[in-house]
């Protein structure tokens, strides 16, 4: 028999989960909040690398979306960002400070400039479900903001539609003549993604980052900090919230979701189940094909959920001698550079010279042992690599660190521990096939109405009672919280 | 009557470029009544359509090669099978396998369908739901190639009349085809073909017209709307079938020449402009080479926009933010081209003999991965090691080519860059492409070296060169999503207006795109008659077919 339990099941205790959680305990719910991993935070989670030394999966952050930090009032809870500069590492390092150079130069300014105010009209999307193909458009929202759009004038609203779907590249070549600033757009759009800079559809990836937030930002405390805040909140508002509770099975009657089995044998019943988790996986692991429609069976079997991104953590003696070490540090010399370290993954291999975002959060937030943390997100590893994981993994973190001491002369003798984890070993670790940071890739496919799947947009799924709120929703993943915020108040109507 | 020649004006219109969109718009306005000259730089008519003898006795289709595109609205307003006009279907076609095997290809679906069930029962199944989803994305892109593109910006009751038609259409499908729809245009045809098909061989036969022309690999993404823009044609109402154009490509602008004549319109070879006169900000004639002006009372390029407003227009005339767009918009080849007189059929070993696969396309890249290393190669500055080829021999359908037993063969290959390595093509570089075709060729057709007569070879540089095609692109600019509808070739400039007055566009560059359609220069004619308040004359697009 079911225990008794709530009313709402969400699965998985990531930033989405924690958000979806506490807005819904907030309108009087009872959630239940449910995570395979000892704690909660999904990306956001510490976990100990090596004896000691914890680190999170996602190291940095463009912000918590506006909704979620006031709705939780994280502040309260201690959180606070720091904005950071970036350095591009090289011969001749450039470092940008909101949007400008240190030399000022006026194509990189002016280019930035436009991408920003492109954002601007865009951002309000990421804050609303998806505008549909059919029924169902809150029509008036998206004419004002449709409106936004145009206000942007003639020529921009024009070079608007142009560059909505062209490729990174030829945007940083056109527009900028400095190849390290070049380098820089392409890396930024690119990261996180399975794309090259040369992919069409790419600049609007950058377009998404810049609205999430216009700054990187380091969390005060390291990005444990949101992880913790968003859990007192979440604890506050009510939640309960369950670790080491892997759910295995959503249980269904007819086309109706009843319940969660979890890996323990435990079975919990609610009203209402929220996934989290990957898509695919919730409808064809944790539904199964006895349940769903064979058609969406398939076609959530198609999404591309492709992790391009190594994840390097280094335990430190000391910080080694380098200018700028509390920056974002960029090591993506030139468009070629980036495209480069992405063709070889397309066929599974590993990339001779990967480019890299390299962060010391202990430069910010000092151990008291005075030892060291690197973290860097390594730009492309094959989510699939022909030669096996373990080779695979042996070779990149060789050429990530060839890569690094290039650029940080004193590294290698400073290092006390090192990991390297493929895409396949985030999705070990994290539960999200494929290890994409965004669950489903984002891509200009897979988002909006196609985002995970076209019928699955409205974070609503076909199995009554089951809905979706996690990175693989509209707008996405990234520690913001916002897809699974946009579920909650799609949910709201329901409940 | 509007129109009438001026004092010192002698045409109503004067068209740059004699190739076919060029000749198709010339033809429309002859009709319409206007005088029409088309003045050309080379001393033959056909642009990139054209049949040559470049080997004593054998007509070469050496630029373009192969028909599906051309609009058959155009066809039958400009009675081009009277003028001589006859495209032939071709009947086959194969992909050789690095492991000596084929996959064949046959004119009728159930053939296919036959020969995928041999390398895999599942992607025969796939191909009939592949063919039925592509066909029906092709259905709702063709009515929109015989119209002008809307400009979302504007405000004028056309631009909005025809944005709701195009919500009309986007209407009529449910809500999933549209989605479905959005999905396709926007994926790499690699994505695309995964959902289907298990075979590499397969999908690497179906990758091949997502990337002809384009300087993009199967895994970009917006390859598979390359796909459609090759699959939308049709050889006789058959949609998506291939042909050749009896007598060579040259038969399709030799058809629209004698339509033009028939009309009272002229051409006039061997006569390169070297500027277009603007005055008072109209566009007044044009200035030859050799420094003889031609008066028109408008002036209509089929040059691609950058020869057109960089080379051939004084950049002082036109807007600043428009030159900085037309700068910007993409050109880049990505293709080259060999065409080769043979003294005998070459025999693939891998085909049966006797079969009707090789009166038809025949490729030797097997698999996806290979034509995207090969994309890889173009994209660092080198053609492709490892080319895709698209090899035809025209002549085994159609022998007037050639003497008897004689044949020609035309090799499209990809990727070739327009420069390599950053330097200007040499002739070092063109040779060793040359022998790295015919060694890819020779593997899978022994002896095939001994048989060749005679080769032309055409990198991006001799394109460029002889065609004018800046940067050796086939279509006039790339076929992506940035330069596609009202982007191309410049947002604000889709609908064949530049910014000068009187002076038109009607080349490839123009929606909706390269490929011998004739689509650009039919538009064009129908922007201009309606600015000369002249009736059209122009038979509706067909909504289906």
């Known amino acids: 028999m079911p225990t008794p339990s709530s009313e709402v099941i969400v699965i998985g205790a990531g930033p989405n989960g924690l958000a979806c959680a506490t807005r819904l305990a907030q309108k009087g719910a009872k959630v239940t909040l449910l995570d395979a991993l000892p704690m909660p935070g999904g990306g956001a989670t510490p976990r100990e690398f090596a004896p000691g030394f914890t680190t999170t999966l996602a190291h940095l952050t463009r912000g918590i979306d506006a909704r979620v930090a006031k709705g939780m009032d994280l502040e309260r809870y201690g959180l606070g960002f720091q904005t950071l500069q970036t350095t591009l590492l090289g011969p001749n390092p450039v470092t940008i400070s909101r949007g400008k150079t240190a030399s000022q130069d006026a194509d990189f300014a002016r280019l930035h400039d436009r991408l920003t105010q492109f954002a601007r009209v865009l951002a309000p999307f990421r804050a609303i479900p998806a505008p549909t193909l059919g029924k169902g458009n809150d029509w008036l929202t998206l004419a004002r903001l449709g409106l936004g759009i145009r206000a942007l004038g003639k020529t921009e609203f024009r070079e608007l539609l142009r560059m909505l779907l062209t490729n990174a590249a030829d945007v940083a070549e056109d527009d900028l003549t400095d190849q390290r600033l070049q380098g820089y757009i392409a890396f930024e759009a690119t990261l996180g993604a399975w794309a090259g800079p040369r992919s069409p559809n790419t600049l609007i990836l950058l377009l998404n980052h810049l609205a999430t937030g216009p700054d990187v930002l380091a969390p005060k405390g390291g990005m444990q900090a949101v992880a913790q805040a968003m859990t007192k909140a979440a604890e506050a508002a009510g939640v309960t919230i369950r670790q080491n509770a892997r759910v295995t099975r959503i249980v269904t009657n007819g086309d109706t979701a009843t319940g969660v089995e979890l890996a323990s044998g435990e079975a919990l019943a609610g009203k209402t189940i929220v996934s989290t988790l990957h898509p695919g996986l919730t409808l064809r692991d944790l539904v199964g094909p006895r349940v769903l429609d064979a058609g969406l069976y398939t076609r959530a079997g198609h999404i591309h959920s492709r992790g391009g991104t190594a994840r390097l953590t280094l335990a430190l003696k000391s910080l080694p001698n380098i200018d700028n070490l509390e920056n974002r540090l960029i090591i993506a010399p030139s468009v070629n550079a980036v495209e480069n370290a992405f063709n070889p993954v397309k066929y599974g291999q590993i990339p001779d010279v990967p480019v890299l975002e390299v962060f010391f959060p202990t430069s910010l937030d000092p151990r008291p042992d005075g030892l060291h943390i690197l973290t860097a997100n390594v730009q492309f590893a094959p989510h699939m690599p022909v030669d096996g994981l373990d080779q695979a993994r042996a070779q990149m973190l060789e050429n990530t660190l060839r890569v690094l001491a290039a650029h940080i002369p004193d590294l290698r003798p400073l290092i006390l521990h090192c990991e390297l984890l493929m895409p396949q070993d985030v999705a070990a670790l994290y539960g999200n096939p494929g290890g994409n940071w965004h669950h489903a890739e984002l891509a200009v496919e897979q988002m909006l109405f196609l985002r995970p799947l076209r019928d699955l947009s409205q974070y609503r799924t076909p199995i009554e009672g089951l809905w979706l709120a996690g990175a693989g929703s509209h707008p996405g993943g990234g520690i913001t919280g916002a897809a699974g915020w946009n579920a909650a108040l799609a949910m709201e109507g329901a409940l | ?545």
């Not at chain 2, 056909?46 to 070469?60: D, K, N, W």
């Not at chain 2, 006789?236 to 602008?253: K, L, P, Y």
Request: a negative charge; one cysteine or more; hydrophobic letters at 40%.
């Open chain 2, 1 to 545: 009557m509007p129109d009438l020649p001026k004092r010192d004006q002698k045409y109503d219109a004067l068209i740059i470029g004699a190739g076919h969109n060029g000749l198709v718009a010339a033809c429309y306005l002859a009709k319409a009544g206007m005088k029409v000259l088309v003045v050309e730089k080379n001393d033959w008519i056909g642009g990139a359509a054209v049949s040559r003898e470049l080997y004593p006795g054998f007509t070469y289709s050496n630029c373009s090669y192969v028909s599906s595109l051309f609009r058959p609205e155009i066809m039958r307003d400009l009675d081009l099978p009277k003028h001589g006009l006859q495209i032939l279907p071709y009947e086959g076609g194969a992909v050789f396998t690095e492991t000596g095997g084929y996959l064949g290809m046959f004119r009728d679906h159930d053939a296919n369908r036959r020969e995928f069930a041999r390398h895999s029962a599942r992607d025969a199944e796939a191909y009939d739901l592949y063919s039925r989803d592509v066909q029906r994305y092709c259905r709702f892109i063709r009515p929109m190639l015989l119209r002008t593109p809307p400009d979302p910006s504007s405000f004028r009751p056309r631009d909005i009349m025809e944005l709701l038609w195009l919500g009309k259409q986007i209407g009529a499908l449910s809500e999933q085809q549209r989605a479905e729809m959005v999905r396709f245009w926007t994926m790499s045809i690699s994505d695309f073909l995964d959902e289907y098909f298990e075979s590499p061989v397969i999908k690497g036969y179906l990758a091949v017209s997502a990337i002809i022309g384009t300087a993009l690999g199967p895994m970009s993404p917006g390859s598979a709307y390359v796909l459609l823009h090759h699959y939308m044609g049709d050889v006789d109402g058959n949609v998506g079938a291939w042909g050749f154009a009896r007598g060579g490509m040259g038969s399709i602008t030799k058809a629209l020449t004698a339509s033009l004549r028939a009309a009272g319109g002229e051409v006039r070879t061997m006569s390169p402009v070297a500027e277009i006169l603007v005055r008072g900000g109209k566009a007044v004639g044009v200035v030859l080479d050799n420094g003889e002006e031609i008066r028109a009372a408008r002036v209509i390029s089929n040059m691609d926009a950058k020869r057109t407003f960089l080379k051939t227009v004084n950049e002082a005339d036109l807007p600043a933010e428009f030159v900085a767009s037309v700068r910007k918009f993409k050109t880049r080849g990505s293709s080259a081209k060999l065409n080769i007189a043979l003294d005998a059929a070459p025999v693939f070993t891998a085909l049966p003999e006797g079969a009707a696969n090789i009166k038809g396309d025949l490729h030797f890249t097997d698999s996806i991965a290979r034509m995207e290393r090969g994309y890889d190669d173009w994209k660092s500055g080198h053609f492709s090691r490892d080319p895709f080829q698209d090899c035809m021999i025209p002549t085994m359908i159609d022998p007037t080519m050639v003497p008897t037993g004689k044949h020609f063969m035309s090799c499209f290959v990809q990727y070739a860059p327009p420069k390599i390595a950053g330097n200007d093509w040499t002739d070092a570089d063109r040779d060793d492409l040359r022998d790295t075709c015919m060694n890819q060729i020779e593997t899978y057709a022994p002896g095939f070296k001994n048989k060749v007569l005679h080769v032309e070879v055409r990198t991006p540089r001799e394109l460029e060169a002889e065609v004018g095609l800046t940067e050796g692109n086939i279509f006039q600019g790339e076929l992506t999503f940035d330069q596609l509808l009202f982007n191309r070739p410049v947002p604000g400039y889709a609908q064949y207006k530049s910014p000068i007055k009187d002076l038109w566009m009607c080349g490839s560059a123009t929606h909706p795109g390269g490929g011998v359609m004739g689509a650009p220069g039919r538009n064009a004619a129908a922007e201009i008659l309606l600015d000369a308040k002249l009736p059209g004359g122009m038979s509706d697009a067909y909504a289906v077919l």
